[in-house]
């Protein structure tokens, strides 16, 4: 492994900051504190007070990058913007977004997410973002669970897998949930964080 990795990887702390079953992870480097998913519309409260148990701080949250755009990964997407947390959006997810939007019933409190002033990115651009935030890693789409899933693998193994299935669902090699768990494998990935359920590691 590159040095430069296993320093940021080092300075890199992860803590699960999930509720109603579900896991949201939190990335803390001396430069920014990166959410990786939030959870149904109207529970902010919930988010403020696991963050505070878990000894962090809404106020000091950065970052948001959702793995795909269901309610219970990316309900409070557009209320953490509004308390001016940059949502990071790969290419292959704004789709995901206009989708959330037709799904979510008019009562359900949900603010629909604005497209213009996200991050958008390209996975290939990824890598490079990353590091300005302190994190050895790349972005990923990864489809299979849904078309707008996507993966944060850290250059450590650590892979932020939405609800991607963990484990084969078909037997067909070609189903877009096997090529990508596959294709998280060639590139390293040893530990599974999952959007719910305990951590998998990898043979
Ligand atoms: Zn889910």
Redesign the pocket.
Known sequence: MHSEAILSTARLNIINVGYDA?NYYLLATPQARLLIDVGWPDTLPRLRATLKRMGSDLAEVTHLLVTHY?P??AGLAQELKRLGIKLIVLENQPAGIMALKQYMKPDSGYVEITPHDNIVLRSVDSCAFLRGLGIAGEILPTPGHSDDSVTLLLDSGAAFIG?LPAVRISDDPAHPANVSMEQLLLKGARLLYP??GPLRPLP
């Open positions: 579900a269901h219970d990964h609800d959007g719910h």
